[in-house]
């Protein structure tokens, strides 16, 4: 705990088993009262592993539910939990466990209520081996959204992310999408309703092992995160009435 402040880390794991271990053993279990793994139907021994390390709360989906569907799962069972602030980490070790105290001390000391790992302040993501079209793609698509959105992070798109109870439950996040653009529609939401969200720079890594998407789906979830755009655009002007919101 930090300030009597329940922390829990939820891990959406698809195929993870190679990296689950890594990434678990750097959790700073000094201030994490709980772990909880979804296993979204991998195709390895993601659950077994999970096991082996002992993880309390494991949740495997018979069928896999998507990127989205994964967290839905996560959230619901970190607030059946208790949690005061939940950690979404990608299990796959692109990310740092080690800035978990960092995230959530700026939560637990209500300066922010949301804190994301950022790959892009600082140099993180090109150094940490990016593909140069996914920089670009990344920046090109943050930028349009800041616009349209009216807001000013210097990514939407990472997967480390810190949430308070407070605002898990004041979103509907159970309306949106059970894709990748599940993360942009959560990002619109939490500005809807007037939250302000903190960025932590985190270096990153890409290697074989850690999760990705092809180019192909990228275009798709590229497009997706525009549509979000331009309807939290068209909902904040009354144009619209969106159903996420």
């Not at 978990?100 to 790992?117: E, K, L, Q, R, W």
Request: proline content about 3%.
């Amino acid at each position: 705990m930090l300030n009597n402040k329940k922390i829990v880390v939820v891990l959406p794991a698809y195929n993870a088993a190679l990296t689950l271990e890594k990434t678990f053993r750097e959790i700073p279990f000094e201030i994490v009262d709980d772990v909880v793994l979804v296993d979204d139907a991998s195709k390895d021994d993601t659950l077994e592993v999970g096991r082996k390390l002992g993880i309390q709360h494991l949740i495997r989906h018979d069928k896999n539910k998507g990127y989205g569907g994964n967290q839905k799962s996560c959230y619901n069972k970190a607030l059946e939990l208790g949690a005061d602030i939940v950690v979404m980490l990608h299990p796959d070790y692109q990310y740092t466990p080690k800035l978990i105290t960092a995230m959530c001390s700026i939560i637990a000391n209500d300066v922010y209520p949301v804190v994301f790992g950022s790959r892009i302040l600082g140099k993180g993501a090109l150094k940490g081996g990016m593909p140069m079209y996914k920089y670009v793609f990344n920046r090109f698509l943050t930028l349009t959204q800041n616009i349209l959105i009216g807001q000013k992070l210097s990514e939407y798109h990472t997967g480390y992310r810190t949430f308070s109870a407070e605002v898990l439950n004041n979103i509907n996040y159970m309306a949106d999408s059970d894709d990748f653009v599940f993360d942009n529609e959560m990002v619109s939401q939490i500005f809807m309703k007037g939250y302000d969200i903190a960025e932590v720079t985190c270096p990153t890594k890409y290697f074989d092992e850690a999760s990705s998407i092809n180019f192909k789906r990228s275009a798709i979830y590229g497009l997706g995160v525009l549509r979000v755009s331009v309807q939290h655009r068209l909902h904040k002007w009354g144009i619209i009435k969106a159903k996420i919101y």
